[in-house]
């Protein structure tokens, strides 16, 4: 199995109201792939960091394999929440691939 770790920070200049509603959104889509994607056994995120944390976001994702984790970087439903929810937010983006 492979995990795919992904940490974001969000852009400067959202009101707290925002950045909420944005993490959710982004945490709907990613988790809504669940199911759709051959390969992804588990993928969930974490919008609750403690106060002590230095990143907004964090993606917690699970494969079969490395090659399932490329079907997801490419496939279109991955790609559309990418581009439409993730992107155009984000500020930073840190990612650690490891097999387990």
């Known amino acids: 199995m ?6 974001w920070t969000l852009k400067d200049g959202y009101s707290e109201e925002r950045e909420r ?4 959104e982004i945490k709907a889509g990613l988790e809504g792939l669940k199911g759709q994607i051959p390969g992804l056994i ?7 960091g403690l106060a002590s944390s230095n990143v907004d976001l964090m993606l917690d994702s699970t494969f079969e394999d490395e090659e ?6 490419n496939h279109p439903a991955h790609v559309a929440v990418a581009d ?3 992107r155009p937010h984000t500020a930073t983006r840190s990612c650690m691939d ?3």
Not at 68 to 73: D, F, I, P, R, V
């Open 68 to 73: 399932a984790l490329k079907t997801y970087a």
């Open 21 to 24: 509603e944005i993490k959710l």
């Open 2 to 7: 492979v995990k795919h770790i992904i940490l």
């Open 98 to 100: 490891y097999e387990v």
């Open 42 to 48: 588990d993928i969930k995120v974490n919008i609750e």
């Open 84 to 86: 439409g929810k993730v």
